[in-house]
C-alpha cells in the first residue's frame, strides 16, 4: 500500500528521479554514529576510526576552510585563472560557524556499506555512540544552538535528535516533550545509557500534546525542534506492524498535515520573538513539508500577527555534498534523497525565525 501510494505520488513529484529515490528507500539504510562526548572520547575515537569511519561534520567545516583559504591565497597572489577564482571565492550565504558546535557524526565514505558494530558501555554503562540515520542530525546542526540557549524540543522520543541536541553543551535549559508514554520510556532508557546523572536531571520531560504547548508552559524558548510524526517513508516501506500505511490508519494518514501544521505552529508560538525554529520530517511528500511550513508561515500572520522568516539553508548544500545527496529543487528548507552510493534520508528540514 505504501509503495503503491508512493508510486503514484512521487512519481509525479520527483518525475524521472523517482526511479533511483525508491531503489534506494527500499534497499538498506546507511547509518551514521552520533558521536557521544560523555564516553571516553580517545577510546571510542579510535574504535571509530580504525572502522574507517569518518566525521562528516568535521570533514566538511575543514574542506570549506581549505577552500576559504586557497580562495584568499590566490586572491592575494593574484595566480589563480580567472574561471577557478570565481569558483573559490564563490560568497558563502553563511559562514561555517552558523552550525551547532560540539557534535560528531562519522559515517562510512560514499559508496562503502560497511554497518557500524554496536556500541559496548564502558565501565560507567556509558555508549559511545548512538547509531542513526546520519542525516537526522543536519537539522540539529542547522539548529544553530548557541551558549545559554533556552531549547525545547517538542516532539521528542525516542530521542536521537534529543542526544544530539546535548553533546553540544550549550543548553542553560532543555525542555523535552513527547505524547507517547512508551516512547517517552525509550528515551528516559537512551538519555540513562549515554549521559550522566548530573546532565540528566537538567532536562525537563513532559508528556503532553505539543499542540498546546503554549496553554500549558509560559516560557519562551532561543531554540525549538518540532521534529514531527509523518509518514516515515523508509520505514514504512519496511515495517508493517503498527504502519501509518495500515487500513485500519487511513483518517489518521490523511489528518497528518493537519497535526504537523498545529505542532508547527505550536513550536514558533513557543518561541521567542527572535528566536529559531526547526522543522523536520523523514518523508519525501510536499504535502507534510514544504506545504506545512507555507500553511504555518499564513495562518501565524492571519491568526495571530506574527511574521516568520524561512531561512535560507543552502549554505547546507555546499557544506554537506559529498556525504549527502540534496534535492535541488526544493522550494523552501532542504530535502535529502536516498541514493544508492549515499543511502541515508529522506529527511527534510526548514529554519524559521519568528520575527515578533
Ligand atoms: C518523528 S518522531 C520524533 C523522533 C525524535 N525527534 C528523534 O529524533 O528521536 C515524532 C514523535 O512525535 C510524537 N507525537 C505525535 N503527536 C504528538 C503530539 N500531538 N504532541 C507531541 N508529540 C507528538 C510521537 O509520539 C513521536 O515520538
Known amino acids: 500500500m505504501a509503495l503503491q501510494i508512493f508510486d503514484m505520488n512521487y512519481g509525479t513529484q520527483f518525475g524521472s528521479l523517482w ?7 527500499l534497499s538498506e539504510q546507511k547509518y551514521g554514529a552520533l558521536f557521544n562526548n560523555f564516553c571516553d572520547v580517545k577510546l571510542v575515537t579510535q574504535q571509530l576510526e580504525d572502522l574507517n569511519a569518518i566525521d562528516f561534520i568535521w570533514e566538511a567545516q575543514n574542506a570549506v576552510k581549505d577552500l576559504d583559504s586557497m580562495a584568499e591565497q590566490g586572491a592575494r597572489e593574484q595566480v ?7 569558483e573559490l571565492c564563490e560568497p558563502r550565504d553563511q559562514p561555517v560557524s552558523f552550525i551547532s558546535p560540539n557534535i560528531k557524526c562519522y559515517t562510512f565514505p560514499r559508496g562503502d556499506i560497511s554497518l557500524f558494530p554496536q556500541a559496548k558501555p564502558d565501565i560507567l554503562g556509558i555508549l559511545g555512540y548512538y547509531l542513526l540515520n546520519a542525516a537526522s542530525v543536519l537539522p540539529v546542526l542547522a539548529l544553530n544552538v548557541q551558549p545559554g540557549d533556552l531549547v525545547l524540543d517538542l516532539c521528542a522520543a525516542p530521542g536521537g ?17 513527547d505524547i507517547s508514554a512508551s516512547r517517552i520510556d525509550r528515551l528516559h532508557r537512551i538519555l540513562h ?12 520531560i513532559t508528556r503532553k500534546d505539543g499542540r498546546n504547548w503554549r496553554d500549558l508552559n509560559d516560557t519562551c524558548y532561543d531554540r525549538v525542534l518540532v521534529d514531527v510524526p509523518c509518514t516515515n517513508d523508509r520505514q514504512s516501506l519496511k515495517e508493517e506492524e503498527n504502519s501509518i500505511f495500515k487500513y485500519g490508519r487511513k483518517e489518521e494518514r490523511k489528518m497528518l498535515p493537519m497535526l504537523q501544521l498545529q505542532l508547527l505552529v505550536a513550536g514558533i508560538l513557543a518561541a521567542k520573538p527572535g ?5 523536520s520530517t523523514c518523508t519525501l511528500s510536499q504535502l507534510q513539508n514544504e506545504y506545512v511550513v507555507e500553511g504555518a508561515v499564513e495562518l ?3 491568526e495571530h500577527g506574527i511574521t516568520v522568516q524561512v531561512a535560507d539553508l543552502s549554505y547546507f548544500r555546499r557544506l554537506f555534498q559529498s556525504t549527502f545527496s540534496f534535492y535541488q529543487d526544493c522550494r523552501l528548507g532542504e530535502l535529502i534523497l536516498p541514493n544508492l552510493s549515499a543511502n541515508f ?12
Open 161 to 177: 535528535k534529543t542526544l544530539a541536541i546535548l553533546q553540544t553543551g550549550c543548553c542553560r535549559e532543555l525542555a523535552v516533550n
Open 345 to 356: 534520508g529522506p529527511m527534510y528540514f526548514c529554519k524559521l525565525q519568528r520575527l515578533n
Open 80 to 86: 589563480l585563472s580567472p574561471e577557478t577564482q570565481t
Open 193 to 204: 545509557s549515554y549521559l550522566p546523572e548530573q546532565l540528566i536531571n537538567k532536562v525537563k
Open 300 to 302: 501565524l500572520k492571519v
Open 19 to 25: 526511479p533511483s529515490i525508491r531503489i534506494s528507500l
Open 275 to 279: 528566536g529559531e525554529v526547526m522543522y
